[in-house]
């Protein structure tokens, strides 16, 4: 009677070891800690963002307040009745000296003066304080009827924005406008007064640059944009990014704590299970460590019945990929039209070729491409092109031996790196590739007018020489060629040879 072998090792339960684990977590940390601190980080990060939408809206109010008062004064000026008479019949003395006039009346204004229709300053510009680039602003066709404030900022310690006002006969035509400068020291002190500790407040104009600003923050920042109508400027209130309020402190220390407690009883647990578990965890990792080493996978024997089904599932994967992998690489090195190596398997096999080179063995660098190919892509067809690609790739993989390589860098280039020849074996070789290439033309009935262009250059001829240098040689050689008529191989530092001789 025919027994059925005991197993030696019965597999242990793992859920039975647990069981108990997961009843002590699950109510020490699922309840305590994760779903309290962050209810407690999205309240804590509403309320700071709260606080920067309050302050910037209080910045805005200010700002807008200060802008309407110098706006409502100048307009006001602008109404007056015997400012009118002044403009159509007062001298530029007399203008002149009501703007000074309304100056000392008027402390925290950098300058004021009446202008012309034309925004032409009534009086002296240097004493009614009225810079360069002010006048240039005033004279442009909309400027009586832009409310926008006009930033200055050329002058260090006078920065100061225009405000100008149009004033109107009664029929509403313009017989000129009264001109206000204010300076930007009047919108710092608004920014000062609002500003928070922590944050920044900056008021930019339509281009982005600063206006004025008090604060910085570094680092990560929550921000609020906020645009002062009328302007074109933007305010910006920014506030550094906390995570932690003083609850959430707490918080997180009571689930450091309560965390350290659920540590300790994992890792009690852990020291009664290790021998067993950690030699299935060793014996994954280091299966793992051998598939990315693309070295022989070890098999997973698990001692648990629960991981019995994953571990096969990893060594069946891990088989797979080694076989995927070996075809995945051979297919990265390979160009899929032509068969040949691929530019990133001839930059791969460069520096044994220049090792070999520095050996004082003679190898060449030959860049070649097929004359007209263009030509005869746009009259037979890619089709035919293709073809033509495929009877230069057969002809390369006959003519060049173990030692060397053939490869397809793009479109119709090609490299070949010789090994052991000389100048005249150079020709000789690219003579017998044409007859070749020729024979392959014929063979798949191809009648197309097309040849051969090459160029050829030494590895290790210059000092220090790379794969770049060696391909800019030989491109410039193989320019040359094309040059001279094409159909044939010039050799970096040789004449070209004819190739009817």
Known sequence: MSTVPSNPRPSASLKRHFLWLLLSV?????????????????????????????EATQARVSLIRLLDYYHTLIENTARDPELLDLMRLGSVEEQQQWA?????????????????????????????????RCQQDMQRADTLTDTRPLLHREVAGLEH????????????????????????TQLQRVIDDTLHPDHALILVDAAG???????????????VR???????????????????????????????????????LLGVT????????????????????????????????????????AAADINLIARHLQEQHARLEHLSLTDPLTGLPNRRAFEIHFPQALGLADRQHPVALVLLDIDYFKAVNDRYGHGVGDQVLLALAQSLKEL??????????????????????????GDAWYQRLTDHFRSELNALGLDVQTSLSAGQTWLGSAPGDTMNAALARADRALYQAKA???????QDGLPAADPAE
């Open 26 to 54: 699950a109510g020490l940390f699922a309840a305590g800690i994760a779903l309290s601190l962050w209810f407690s980080l999205q309240a804590s990060s509403q309320t700071q963002q709260r606080l920067l939408e309050l």
């Open 100 to 132: 000074i006039s309304r100056q000392r009346l008027l402390p925290d204004l950098l300058g004021l003066a009446l202008v012309n229709p034309q925004g032409g300053v009534l009086g002296e510009a240097v004493a009614l304080r009225v810079g360069p």
């Open 161 to 184: 924005f225009d405000l100008v006002s149009a004033v109107r006969e009664t029929g509403g035509e313009i017989v000129g406008g009264v001109f206000l400068s204010v300076r930007l």
């Open 209 to 223: 640059s600063t206006i004025v600003r008090q604060g910085e923050v570094k680092g990560a920042l929550q921000e």
């Open 226 to 264: 906020l645009d002062i109508p009328g302007t074109g400027w933007t305010l910006l209130a920014q506030s550094p990014v906390r995570l932690f309020t003083r609850g959430s402190e707490m918080q997180v220390l009571a689930g450091l704590l309560t965390l350290g407690a659920v540590l300790l």
């Open 270 to 309: 852990m020291l009664r299970l290790r021998r067993t578990m950690l030699r299935d965890i060793v014996s994954t990792r280091d299966a793992m460590t051998a598939l990315a080493r693309d070295e022989a996978v070890p098999a997973i024997m698990p001692h648990y019945i629960e991981f019995e089904p």
């Open 400 to 425: 060049t031996r173990r030692a060397d390589l053939a490869a397809r860098l793009a479109g119709d280039e090609f490299v070949v790196l010789l090994a052991g020849l000389d100048a005249a074996g």
């Open 484 to 490: 001279l008529g094409r159909g044939r191989l010039v």
